[in-house]
């Protein structure tokens, strides 16, 4: 073989090789891509799957803003829910239950009395939304809070405006908290927001506002004590002459009851001594005749003196 066969022998079998190499090669890349392509759409379901589940807690509500069937006026309830939709899909949890706005100390709300004192209040409102309704509520008015705080200050506002602070610092607190519950339910209403309870926790007005509430309270007690005392020494005073009434006509009903007794005993005593002598001729001589001698044979008798004469026996006890 010459020179020009070699070299024609080894360009052909550089080619032979030169085609067995690259579609080798082909053959590896193609087979990573498969396996590159089959993670990705493992991973594009998984996080499908993932995003199709939704959690709802206790007391909310969810509520689909947007989605492939657009908003929806169905509330989630509690609980885990699945659809492949929620995952293009945009929800947001709303609260519903039973819960408190405060707005007190930095955030307390400042109203201005009918005689143009600054007021500053600690209020608490608490409500809650009909769970039916919450996405009705949410779609239509979107955050409801934003309304609960507009007229947690609105209407206090305007129902402190009719009264002067002095009053609203006193014994017109009560009315004003009432007032402003009634109202501000009203008007939370028009949103189906319930109002459950509406608290005045606290009332600072100016020091000489409250210096002056302070002494009228002082003196409005100073009147109240004088008066219970005054109507405590009438009582007794009564009391006192009601008893002294009845002291006195209890001796007079004794004294009454005594002497009628004596005075019987006298008569049966007379008539005794009649039944016994009818030639009786002085009754009393003799009775006092009797006495007498009953003094004279009591051994516990008083009797210093007896003077006899004529006529009647005179019987002389002294005194102790």
Known sequence: MGLRDRIKVGAGEGRAA???????????????WTWFLIVLVLLVVFLLLTASFRGIDGGYKGVVLNGPGGPSKEELDEGWHFNLGFAFSKIETVRYNTQTRDMAG??????????????????SLVYHLPANKVADITLQYGDYREIVDRYMRSVPRNVVSNFTGEYIGGIGRIIVEEEIHRQITTELATYDVIVDDFLVRSVDLPDSV????????????????AELERQSIVIKAMGEADRLALEAEGIRNATIIQANGTAEAIRLTIGQLRLSDPGLTNATWAYLTMLYIQALTDPDTNVSFVILGEGVPIIIQPGP
């Open 18 to 32: 030169g085609t067995s190499g690259p579609s080798g090669g082909g053959g590896l890349l193609s087979s990573k």
């Open 106 to 123: 930095s955030n307390g709300l400042t109203v201005r009395s009918s005689d143009n004192l600054n007021i500053v209040m600690d209020v």
């Open 210 to 225: 409250d210096a002056a509430i302070e002494k009228k309270i002082a003196a409005e007690q100073a009147v109240i004590t």
